[in-house]
């Protein structure tokens, strides 16, 4: 899809991140996430959990999540899932995870719970408050055919990973233009640099794929895209932007650095 109209103000983020969401814990909506993945069969809806204490919330009402709060707009995602990864990019901002300006700039989201079928990647403007892409994504072969199923930080176990990357340089490979993630959450995906775990266009990720065989194809871990489309995503969120790919898997969301701020250490 083509860039939409940017629309909103053009306040940096981080300033809304000083004046909004600094001091809210996303932990009890990080309890309830754990709670309802180990629950609920893949792949579940996210059942929305009350929002954190905000600094904005009204003594008479609910606090605002942090989707209304920052005014982002991003047609289709979950709020619950949007929260999450606001809160996980807040997180990083405060403990030096974010460290470059383009991180400030530009979020991409990612929901494995949908299936591969259905546009499932989100890159959102966060100084425009506007959404940039929507699109297709395909995970690892190890992860499951057309829903998945199974995560993994294992080298050559050609699985998807979850939690928080951030974007690092491109180059050019059998792919074309491919860029490069590192994972900062260990256990969870902190090998995905040394797996190979990139960015890139591949012919399997088109809609003509879809209809033949009834679900996009699978890379060896990779979240692939739609050739049509790569290279404008991957020149939008190259540099050091954030990649925040979300599973209800509990053992993620019970100890993520990310989901649990104030216990995380600084650095």
């Not at 309890?31 to 059942?47: C, D, G, I, K, L």
């Not at 233009?177 to 902190?190: H, K, Q, T």
Request: hydrophobic share 40%; aromatic share 6%.
């Amino acid at each position: 899809m083509k860039h939409p109209t940017r629309q909103g103000g053009s306040r940096p983020f981080a300033g809304l991140v000083a004046a909004v969401l600094l001091g809210a814990s996303v932990a009890p909506l990080a309890r309830a996430a754990a709670a309802f993945a180990a629950s609920t069969p893949a792949p579940p809806p996210v059942t929305p959990a009350a929002p954190p204490d905000d600094a904005l919330a009204d003594a008479d009402g609910p606090a605002p999540t942090r989707a209304v709060a920052t005014g982002l707009s991003a047609p289709g995602l979950d709020p619950v899932v949007l929260d999450l990864a606001l809160a996980a990019l807040d997180c990083a901002h405060r403990t030096g995870a974010a460290a470059v300006p383009e991180a400030e700039k530009v979020l991409s989201i990612i929901d494995y719970r949908l299936p591969s079928t259905a546009p499932r990647l989100w890159v959102l403007d966060l100084q425009h408050r506007s959404t940039l892409f929507i699109e297709h994504v395909a995970h690892g072969r190890g992860t499951g055919e057309d829903l998945a199923t199974r995560f993994s930080n294992v080298p050559e176990s050609n699985t998807s990973s979850v939690g928080l990357f951030r974007t690092g340089e491109t180059y050019t490979g059998k792919h074309g233009l491919s860029l490069r993630l590192d994972g900062l959450e260990p256990g969870f995906n902190d090998q995905a640099r040394a797996r190979g775990i990139v960015v890139h266009g591949a012919d399997y990720c088109t809609m003509a794929h879809v209809d033949t065989y009834g679900r996009l194809g699978r890379s060896q871990g990779c979240p692939a895209l739609d050739p049509a489309i790569s290279e404008a995503v991957i020149d939008t969120i190259r540099g050091g932007t954030l990649l925040f790919a979300y599973f209800p898997e509990a053992d993620w969301l019970s100890t993520s650095r990310f989901m649990h701020c104030d216990a995380a250490p600084a650095g």
